[in-house]
């Protein structure tokens, strides 16, 4: 069971639209529609931004997407602003009732 | 409002075990929609998913760390525990305790509350 794959940081300036993206396989993410995203700022516990792929939870803007293409999701923050620079990680579940996490990535808003 | 608190020893013994406690308040722990998990981050490092928990007690582990861990539920407390033995240094983290929605045939998918986390520190 290996961590999904995401790139270590990523930037953007205010307006503008960022996308990070989560790769693993065709036994997790590539297999199933269970991929969810979370968002953590430094000493705090991670939040949930994105789940089923790309369902948002009750009080997550609507700038924040999420989508699936083969064995790659992606999460798409458009209109950044400087609230949105944090760690965002992607987890999918991977069959037999377990789940991984990606690696994480750095938003950083320029 | 749910809310979900870690607690136990912030410092445990190389080759001992480690045993936390997540306290769930504002809703019950028994409830058929939900499992309940634990997350592991190392300092400076990303999340890792070590387990989840029904409330019947039926259990799902991370396969590398299966050999290690137990998680246990006490519903007349609304609590569930973790506990990881011989611990290493790397297993020094925070932990976090969180709740998992439930999606029928599956288990828990998503994870839609956190606590606040505990830091666990492994050394002699």
């Known amino acids: 069971q290996s961590a999904l794959t995401q790139p270590r940081s990523v930037s953007g300036s205010p307006g503008q639209s960022v996308t990070i993206s989560c790769t693993g396989t065709s036994s997790d993410v590539g297999a199933y529609k269970y991929v969810s995203w979370y968002q953590q700022y430094p000493g705090k516990a991670p939040r949930l931004m994105i789940y089923d792929v790309s369902k948002r939870p009750s009080g997550v803007p609507d700038r924040f997407s999420g989508s699936k293409s083969g064995n790659t999701a992606s999460l798409t923050i458009s209109g950044l602003q400087a609230e949105d620079e944090a760690d965002y990680y992607c987890?999918?579940?991977?069959?037999?009732?377990?789940?991984?996490f990606g690696g994480g990535t750095k938003l950083t808003v320029l | 409002q749910l809310q979900l608190q870690e607690s136990g020893p912030g410092q445990v013994k190389p080759s001992e075990t480690l045993s936390l406690t997540c306290t769930v308040s504002?809703?019950?722990?028994?409830?058929?929609?939900?499992?309940w998990g634990w997350i592991r981050q190392p300092p400076g490092k990303g999340l890792e998913w070590i387990g989840s928990i029904f409330y019947s007690g039926t259990t799902y582990y991370n396969p590398s760390l299966k050999s290690r861990v137990t998680i246990s539920v006490d519903t007349s407390k609304n609590q569930f525990s973790l506990r990881l033995s011989s611990v290493t240094a790397a297993d020094t983290a925070m932990y976090y305790c969180a709740r998992l929605d439930r999606t029928p045939g599956i288990s828990g998918t998503h994870f839609d509350y956190w606590g606040q986390g505990t830091l666990v520190t492994v050394s002699s």
């Open positions: 987890c999918s579940y991977t069959g037999s009732y377990t789940l991984v």
């Open positions: 504002g809703g019950s722990i028994s409830s058929t929609s939900y499992y």
